[in-house]
């Protein structure tokens, strides 16, 4: 069972989920402002490109070795407690990276950096889902990643802004992220709870609610891939670094403005035919893109609706998530969500890209479709076992 610590008030349940929000947007800024600013600041200490990589790899690590003990941390600690000293984490390592010379240490570091963002990841996403109405679900799962989206953007807003060099980016990333902790602490109870009978493994949740969490794995594969290659699939058509990097903008707005919409809609029909439609129209999108040329109007609008719909998948998943398991499930289930996404994370970039070489530049798009029409197949066969199953069901009535 999930329960408040005491009955949620209008007022409260809006509070609560504010503090969800901006503890995802703590996690926004972190790894926005992380990943350029620390692969800035090992290549000023002349470490090769090949040992950034492997650094910055240990955070996803990181991930899945944490997720399967977020049910346990928030049993013991509580949901405030848990966000709160993820938080402290966040922002004492990220100031660590700076203090700490020596390289080496620089592995737990990163270890601790990405337990503490995944973390608040999974936490701060059992929580909304925990608290919000059923019937606005899919709103509050927008809202939430529109929350995580702002947060993104800050981070290279403090690095263009202060720049990469000394200790001023440092100092700000961490002030900021500690604004995260007021929403967290004002939330006081309102928060969610599990109790100590409630207890089962993550990985089950692939089994139990596979188009849900496989959403996850698919989605962090495909995000990662086309904010790793789609500049460099503009460049090599002949665009300039500029308007290749326009690309990307172009992505991210698309992947904003579709959550909220999408996520209203998702609070009226079945999630599962939604996030099979947003799986559709990706693959038929990133399949459409060698046919398109790539300086036109045409492609630009191509780019930002693949991008966006392919881009609610994410918070849909979520949203199912949250209508299918309560209580130490429900937090299981987001851990599960997270590290599946954290794997996504990590073979997305290496597959798009062999693809980008073995078809240059073309396999970059046909193999984002690959990525999404394997998905698609996945919530088509789901779909049509359930349909068996209730028919069965039916007849033995």
Not at 35 to 60: C, F, H, K, Q, Y
Not at 138 to 164: C, D, H, K, N, Q
Not at 320 to 338: I, P, S, T, Y
């Amino acid at each position: 069972m999930h329960a408040p610590e005491q009955a949620i008030s209008g007022a409260g349940r809006t509070a609560s989920i504010a503090a969800a929000i901006g503890a995802v947007s703590v996690v926004g800024i972190g790894l926005s402002l992380s990943i350029p600013l620390l692969a800035l600041e090992l290549e000023s200490r002349g470490i090769a490109n090949t040992w950034i990589g492997v650094n910055t790899a240990v955070a996803g690590i990181a991930t899945i070795f944490t997720a399967p003990f977020v049910p346990l941390m928030v049993r013991k600690l509580g949901v405030r407690g848990v966000l709160s000293l993820a938080i402290v984490l966040t922002a004492v390592t990220l100031l660590g990276f700076k203090a700490i010379p020596s390289f080496a240490m620089w592995f737990p570091l990163r270890f601790v950096f990405g337990a503490a963002l995944c973390v608040l990841f999974a936490v701060s996403e059992f929580w909304i889902n925990a608290v919000c109405s059923p019937k606005r679900r899919g709103l509050m799962m927008g809202l939430y990643a529109t929350g995580l989206s702002i947060g993104a953007a800050m981070g290279p807003v403090i690095l263009g802004v202060l720049g990469s060099r000394g200790w001023e980016p440092y100092l700000a990333g961490a002030a900021v992220m500690m604004l995260g902790l007021i929403p967290i602490l004002l939330a006081h109870g309102v928060t969610p709870k599990i109790h100590e009978e409630d207890h089962h493994g993550v990985l089950g949740f692939v089994r139990r609610s596979p188009i849900a969490t496989l959403a996850a794995l698919m989605f962090g594969a495909v995000e990662t891939a086309v904010m790793s290659f789609l500049p460099l699939y503009g460049v090599r058509l002949g665009l300039s670094a500029a308007e290749a990097s326009l690309l990307l903008t172009i992505a991210v707005l698309g992947n904003v403005a579709f959550q909220i919409p999408l996520g209203l809609i998702s609070d009226r029909i079945d999630r599962r035919y939604l996030l099979l439609f947003c799986a559709l129209a990706g693959t038929v999108g990133a399949a459409t893109l060698p046919f398109v040329p790539v300086e036109t109007l045409a492609f630009k609008v191509a780019v930002f609706l693949a991008t966006g719909i392919v881009g609610s998948i994410y918070t849909v998943g979520l949203a199912h998530l949250g209508e299918r398991f309560r209580g130490a499930d429900l937090a299981a289930a987001n851990a599960a969500f997270v590290m599946l996404y954290s794997i996504g994370l990590v073979i997305g970039p290496p597959v798009v890209g062999f693809g980008m070489d073995a078809y240059n530049p073309y396999g970059f798009a046909f193999v984002v479709a690959g990525l999404l029409g394997t998905y698609v197949a996945v919530v088509v066969a789901c779909l049509v076992r359930a349909e068996a199953r209730d028919g069965l069901t039916s007849q033995g009535r």
